[in-house]
Every structure is written in C-alpha cells, then in structure tokens.
C-alpha cells in the first residue's frame, strides 16, 4: 500500500453497539475481522491509504447522505465526491486480491480497459453495473475486478455496486440470483455465471465495441 | 493489469488462465523470455474443483486455493496478467498480431492453453433458469442449495465431484446419467456409493426444465416428472479452439489442436498444450507438462532471433 500512486480514502460504513462496561462493538458479524485487514493495510501505507470507519448510528444524517441502509459498506468516492464504486460486503478470500486491485487502480495505477472504454465513452449511458458475489465463488472475483476497472475508468459515467448476497440474502432474492457470479447492469435481464470484460462492455453499449487498433 | 504498448513485439503470449498456462508461463519466466499471459478465466476450470488430491506434493487442496498458489507464484515472478479474450490472430513477417476485444499486441511466439468450455444439454428451460437453479459450478453455487434437492447430470469424475461437494450443502443429490455406470475414477465412484444422500438414476436423459421463477422440476425423456430445487450441469467439455481456425493450426475431429511431442502445431512458432490439446488424457498435470515443453520448444525456437536472455 505503501506504493500508491497518491493518497486514498475509503469511507467504511460499520455499526457498533456500547457495552454496558462502554465500550463499543461491531454489530455485524464479518465487520470485525475486516476492519482488522484493512487497518494493518492502513499501518502498512506511509500515509497513502486512509480508512474512515463510520457509524451508521453516530450520524444518521451521514447514512443517509450516503444512502447507507447496510452495513458494511464500503465506499470509493472520487474528488468531488462522486460515487463510483460501492461494496456492499467484507472482501475476505479470493475477494481480497480484486479489491486490493482497486484500492491501486483508484490511486492511478494503469487501467488496462481505460482507453477502449474512452474511446466508446460517448455510447456508454449513465450505468450501474451489479455483480453479485459470495466468498466463495472462484470467478466472482474475476467480474468484481473487470467491473471496478470499467468504473475507475468511466470517468463518472460508470458505478460498480459489489454484493455479497449470503450477507444480503434480499437482494439476492429480489433479483432471483440462485447463483453467483450474477451480474445486473442497468437493471436489465441479468447475466448469470462467468462473465468477460467484452461481454460487460457489449451489455453497457447494448452493441459491438469498437477498437481503434 | 496495466497499460501496454500494442507496438512492442513479445518474446512469448500464453493464451490461457489455468494451470497449462500458469505452468507455461512460469517456465518461460524463468528462461527469461518476455512474455505475457492473456485468459479469459484466471485458473481455469479448476478454480470451480471441490477438492485436488491428486497433484504430487499437495495432498488435497481446494480448487479456489490452489488457484490463489498459482497467482502467488506468478505474482512472485512479476508474470503480467490481463484479462481479455483473443478475437483474431494474424501472421506477419517475424511475428504474430493478436487482436484482443481490447487491444492489439505483437510477438514472435504463442502458446494455445485456452483449455475447454463447458458443454451445454440444449434443451429447454437450460438457458430461462441459468442463476435462477440452473448452474455449471457446484462450488460456485452449492452453498445455495442448503437442505434441497439437486440433481447433477452427467457421469463423469467431474460430475461425480460435484456431487460428492453439493452433497454437503443440499438434503440430497440426485445423479442422473444416461449410462448404466458412472465413468468417475474408483475413489471418487467409492465415495459417491458410500454417500447416504447421494442416489444415481441410471439410463435416463432430462428433456426440459420446468420452473416458476426458480427451477421446480426436470423432465425426464421417459415422460416423468422429477421434482428438484436445482441441476447442475456436468456433461463434459469441448476445446476452445476457435481462436485458430483462421491461422491455420491443424484441429483434429474433435477440434482439438494436433501437437507433436514438442508441443508444436504444424504452425512454427505456435505451441499448445492442455485440454485444447490432442492428449487423449486430459489432466491438471498432464497440461502443464505440455505447458512447460511449449515454454521450453519456445524459448529453443526464439534463439533464431538472436535475442540474449
């Protein structure tokens, strides 16, 4: 971490309750050993990676601002305060490495998938792209990873919402996901089990890339 | 995953994501050849394997775990990935130009581990309830299916697997096979028998899927109705040998790249390995030694050039 590119901030929403002896503990079961994670990745950045754990029940007008209704959530804003990627989940596993990958790529490392998303840019609407993810899945983190990159690279147009959907078990339901990776891209018919970056890029467009060689 | 020089011409591109091409890539790493590894899937069809038990020096291993050793030692070597898909490949004069959804990149030499796809039963209701209790990874779905009925299809070891998984998750696992004994390697056949949830309903094919949202029921070809929450679909694969057909590398009937025991096509500076490959035996191992002799038959290859490593 300590090799990003510029400093980056992450808004992680969590919800503690006090003890009868006052002090505080985290309501949701993977919240604990997450922010443990993330805060040795915060140790361990120079400076370069800041983690803003929030209490939803400490600022109620804030959860709301932000449209918190879950917890955790785990927020990347640009600098204007743009969201551009949410986690609705607690990377853990195979999910660690795409997330770590997106921490990096939001400091600038290099995007693979930034200049053809550039370059079709203008055939791209305002989109949300929801993949529905568990912990255990071995492609998930293949969809989160492509997905995350599309929205660092959308420059605003693009929103990546990631769900663990053994931890929102409604969500799932509401979208009659019986199986993971399921990916919902502008709340069209979803595509359900591995999917490519062309196939992603295709369904935003809802046509062929086109590539300037 | 970061930006690349489409004009740069690359020692070596493995096509490819699973061990045949992680093997590969880590040989002609260590040889020092400039190379790049582009897949569709990181790890391939074994990321969706229960259990590996029968790779030498790793007792048992899960296929998502195994997977995250290979990204270890690739990362260890600094191998860069990307994930794409080839669209084309096309010869020019001392070397090939791949055309990905993405990008173009150059190179003097390939290796074919694009391994297989997944075979489909084509029938109706496969493709309305895919995600919705149709699905072709236990791993990936299994834990969905806690305390329901499942049938697997097919009579593989991979399908046998797959219900050896499923049967931890669901109430109990229906196997339906067309044949009159299942084809799963002895220990696993053994484990399936032993296996109080799982039962095998021999010589029956299932025509359609029947459902209201979610998967209710299969239809079996003798007519009959069988009640299920879930199938998963185990039937076999075909080889992703697609990409080839307009460069001209020689397919055998069933589509499989032919390759020589250098791991050669009858193109020179075009390899493949693993099960897009010829080998009658199709394993882990067995495609990554044919990975590593690609790296090998490459870097040999690649001394024609002058290049030093």
């Known amino acids: 971490m300590a090799k990003l590119k510029k400093a980056v901030k992450l808004k992680v929403f969590t919800c503690k309750t006090r003890q009868p002896t006052g002090s505080q503990i985290r309501e949701c079961m993977d919240c604990g050993q997450f922010m443990s994670l993330l805060r040795v990745y915060e140790e361990n950045s120079n400076g370069m990676l800041k983690i803003e754990e929030l209490c939803i029940d400490d600022d109620l007008e804030l959860a709301k601002r932000y449209d918190i209704s879950r917890v955790p959530t785990i927020l990347f804003l640009d600098d204007n305060g743009r969201e551009m990627i949410r986690y609705l989940a607690s990377p853990q596993a195979g999910e660690i490495q795409p997330f770590i990958q997106t921490v990096f790529a939001f400091a600038g490392a290099g995007n693979y998938y930034e200049a053809t998303i550039k370059q079709n840019i203008d055939r791209i609407p305002p989109s949300t792209i929801k993949v529905m993810i568990t912990n255990m899945c071995p492609y998930c983190p293949q969809v989160v990873s492509v997905a995350n990159l599309f929205a660092l690279a959308g420059n605003g147009k693009i929103r990546t919402v990631i769900v663990d959907i053994m931890a929102n078990q409604d969500i799932g339901q509401y979208y009659d996901a019986a199986g993971v990776p399921y990916t919902v891209i502008n709340e069209k018919p979803a595509i359900s089990g591995m999917v490519g970056p062309n196939e992603i890029l295709k369904a935003l467009m809802g046509g062929n890339i086109r590539v300037q060689y | ?309």
Request: glycine share 10%; net charge negative; aromatic share 10%.
């Open chain 2, 1 to 309: 995953m970061t930006d690349l020089d489409p004009d740069k011409i690359w020692d070596f591109i493995i096509l490819g994501g699973g061990p045949t091409a992680i093997g590969c890539a880590i040989y002609a790493a260590r040889f020092g050849l400039d190379i790049l590894v582009i897949g569709k899937t990181y790890g391939g069809l074994i990321a969706t394997t229960h259990i590996v038990e029968n790779y030498p020096g790793i007792t048992s291993v899960s296929g998502t775990e195994f997977v995250e050793m290979f990204r270890d030692h690739m990362d260890s070597l600094s191998i860069p990935y990307i994930s794409d898909e080839i669209k084309n490949i096309e010869k020019a004069k001392d070397h090939f130009i791949l055309y990905t959804f993405f990008q173009r990149f150059k190179t003097r030499t390939i290796c074919i581990a694009t391994g297989s796809e997944r075979r489909k039963l084509g029938i109706p209701g496969e493709e309305e309830f895919a995600g919705r209790g149709v699905s072709y990874c236990a791993t990936c779905d299994g834990p969905f299916y806690k305390d329901k009925v499942v049938a697997v299809i097919g009579g593989s070891d991979s399908a046998a697997k797959e219900a050896l998984f499923l049967s931890q998750h669901a109430k109990k696992v229906y196997i339906i096979y067309r044949g009159e004994e299942i084809r799963a390697e002895p220990i696993n056949k053994k484990r399936v028998y032993e296996t109080d949830n799982i039962e095998i309903i021999y010589k029956t094919n299932i025509t359609s899927i029947k459902g209201d949202g979610n998967v209710k029921s299969v239809i079996f070809d003798n007519g009959h109705e069988f009640k299920v929450d879930g199938v998963f679909i185990e039937i076999g694969s075909n080889p992703a040998s697609e990409i080839v057909k307009d460069i001209g590398v020689k397919l055998n009937q069933k589509k499989e790249i032919i390759i020589n025991r250098k791991s050669e096509t009858n193109i020179p500076g075009i390899y493949a390995a693993g099960d897009v490959a010829d080998a009658p035996f199709k394993q882990a191992i067995t495609g990554v030694s044919e990975g590593v002799i690609a790296a090998y038959s490459a870097f040999d290859y690649l001394k024609k050039f002058n290049i030093e490593y």
